[in-house]
């Protein structure tokens, strides 16, 4: 297609929706003069008349007749996509697709989905889980969760989960056969949830904080994993003391699952953001997303992450 026949074309329907060169230019917002230009130029370019007119009437020829029955239904398809954008604009309609990593998803995003969901019915929400970072645009994300990190520099990042205090945990029937620690030193005589961290393979060791001052603590066991929600499991299976966040933790500390040690001992990490490329225009779903999940300015004095890569 000629870069020129597109303009062209739209010229030709109003010509022949109006059949008056002044009421098209009218609606076109261009001079009766350049819209004639225009039509002559559409004419010669393909060798067929299409317009007749005289100085006091227009009307389409045999062939103008047959192109504008060819053009109407695909320029009702344009308006409609173009309308469908306008409605986007001021309502989340569409798929989102986000990327989160396992934490996120299940700290962030499952709260809230269903009032999401349910508050915006157009909405098709596809939720990918993952712990490497990729590339979200290249993937056709838009937009991902996770710790801050993971933003390029160019995105636009919004924090949505406040700092989240740790929770050391274990069954009530694992404490039924060893006594519960009370410092960090006496996790060395106890079994305890090994975590080796996705992006490294480093083992992760356990970081505690009280009246201002951190230390370390490296912990041995009998099982190690590299998801959260599986320390967490195993706790609950009485393989031991696990090292998780509140947030993981709730539900089983609420039903009596899993028992809390060490809380004045717990410290917080920095949380969790969403981030998305740096467009001017952000697509309307995705700004209603943030609406529902965004969580208050983070507390001074969090600590890393420790479920992150180092």
């Not at 090292?243 to 001992?265: H, I, K, M, N, S």
Request: aromatic share 8%; glycine share 8%; with cysteine.
């Amino acid at each position: 297609m000629h870069r020129g026949d597109l303009a062209d074309l739209t010229a030709f329907i109003a010509v022949a929706d109006q059949l008056s060169f002044r009421e098209a230019a009218l609606r076109l917002g261009v001079t009766p003069s350049a819209l004639s230009h225009s039509m002559r130029q559409l004419e010669e370019r393909h060798g067929v008349r299409l317009l007749n007119r005289t100085t006091r009437s227009v009307s389409l020829t045999d062939a103008g007749v047959r192109l504008l029955e060819r053009l109407r239904p695909a320029i009702d398809q344009i308006n409609g996509a173009l309308e469908d954008l306008n409605r986007e604009r001021s309502r989340p309609f569409g798929r989102l697709r986000i990327y989160a990593t396992h934490l996120s998803a299940a700290s962030v995003i499952a709260p809230v989905w269903q009032r999401f969901l349910t508050t915006y019915p157009d909405v098709h929400l596809e939720l990918q889980i993952g712990e490497a970072p990729v590339d979200i645009v290249a993937k056709g994300f838009d937009a991902g969760i996770g710790p801050q990190d993971r933003a390029e520099a160019d995105m636009i990042v919004v924090r949505v989960m406040g700092p989240v205090k740790v929770a050391v945990v274990a069954a009530p029937a694992y404490f039924a056969r060893a006594r519960a620690p009370r410092t960090p030193d006496d996790l060395a005589h106890h079994c305890c949830v090994q975590f080796r961290r996705g992006a490294d393979g480093t083992v992760f060791e356990w970081p505690f904080e009280r009246g201002g001052k951190t230390r370390t603590v490296s912990v041995d066991g009998r099982v190690m994993v590299n998801d959260p929600e599986l320390a967490v499991r195993a706790a609950v299976d009485g393989l031991g003391i696990a090292y998780t966040l509140e947030a993981v933790a709730e539900p089983f500390l609420r039903t009596g699952q899993l028992v809390r040690v060490l809380e004045d001992w717990s410290p917080s990490f920095e949380g969790l953001f969403l981030y998305y490329p740096g467009h001017r225009q952000v697509p309307a779903a995705l700004r209603a997303l943030i609406d529902i999940i965004r969580s208050p300015a983070p507390a001074k004095g969090s600590v890393e992450n420790p479920f992150t890569a180092a």
